[in-house]
């Protein structure tokens, strides 16, 4: 019997080699490895008849199915464990998943606490107000036109949502109550006390306690996710959106020429209105604030450009028209320096406000 031919009968049908083979190959590649055996067999067999030349070409065949064979079982071994690690990470990704609802319901009412934490806590009656020195008056009613503003802001946006939610009227008067005494030339309390802080602060934590109960008694649809919007809104480069009490906000500067939108300001909300139209839960409140207190005419040319604003978000878009409403505080809510030239150009501004229901 040829070397190679020897080789294979005995390394390959006795010893440790072999039996190795058969543990690995056998059990997951049965049929190349019957292959190779019949093939050691048949070299063995032409060996022992004296065919050295068929001998060895039947040992080299053998030698190379032995390999395949032991590859295959190796492929087969691997798509195996891949599949077993596969349903192990299925497994997994759906306890994940299940954990992942479970935990939703605690973390919407962990929300609805802590809203309700802060509509409790605003509303408490704070600490009547003393006398105090002309300047610290002075910031008083600043304070307390602001506070009646903000007010005003969150009865608005409760008021599209809910149109007829109970205390909406009630709330809504406690913030003209307070406007007005604001608008007299040295606004005091009628006992002669400090400007009304106190009962601006009382009109806002109402209005903030009308929408929350808004929110509570909607029983339609629920308004699209919220993160979802802001996701959207802030993939946008240039808008930076915000979050307050109302929902979502997108501010634009410098968006009006006289009483018509600039052309950047159309193309934005025209923009804003397409993305309205894709979330279509969340009315829209248009907001026009002003560097400097308006005057009567001023107040015309509010109007007139918070109606541009709002024809344009209602026209364009594809969808069905949006609710909006306008409010013009005036230059009640600063976000800079009104004493300032430079930080009041800044007050100046367009804000179109995603009122969320939730």
Known sequence: MPPLARGVATHDGHGTHSRERRRRGGGTAPQQFR??????????????????????LLAERALVAYQRALLLARAARATTAMSTAQSLLDAETLEAERLAAARLPFDQQADTTATALAVARDALAPVRSGPVDPAREKARVVAARSLAAEGRLLCGAARLLAPTISGLES????????????????????????????????ARAGC??????????????????ADALLAELSAHGGWDPSRDERGIVVTLRGAYQGGALTPAADRELKE????????????????????TPPTEPDRAVDTQRAATAVAVLSTTGGGAAPRVATELPGASLPVGDPTDPKARAR????????VSKN
Request: a negative charge; glycine letters at 6%; proline letters at 6%.
């Open 272 to 291: 804003l209105a397409r993305v309205s139209a894709s979330h279509a839960g969340f009315p829209l409140q248009v907001v026009l604030h002003d560097a």
């Open 35 to 56: 292959h190779a055996e019949d093939l050691r067999a048949a070299a063995t067999e032409a060996g022992a008849k004296g065919d050295l030349a068929g001998a060895d």
């Open 171 to 202: 709330a809504t008067h406690d913030c003209d109550a307070v406007e007005s005494r604001l608008s007299s030339p040295a606004p005091t309390h009628a006992d002669g006390a400090p400007a009304p802080i106190d009962a601006a602060a009382r």
């Open 208 to 225: 903030l306690s009308v929408l929350t109960r808004a929110r509570r008694a909607d029983t339609g649809p629920r308004a699209d996710d």
């Open 347 to 354: 007050n100046a501004r367009l804000e179109v406000v995603f």
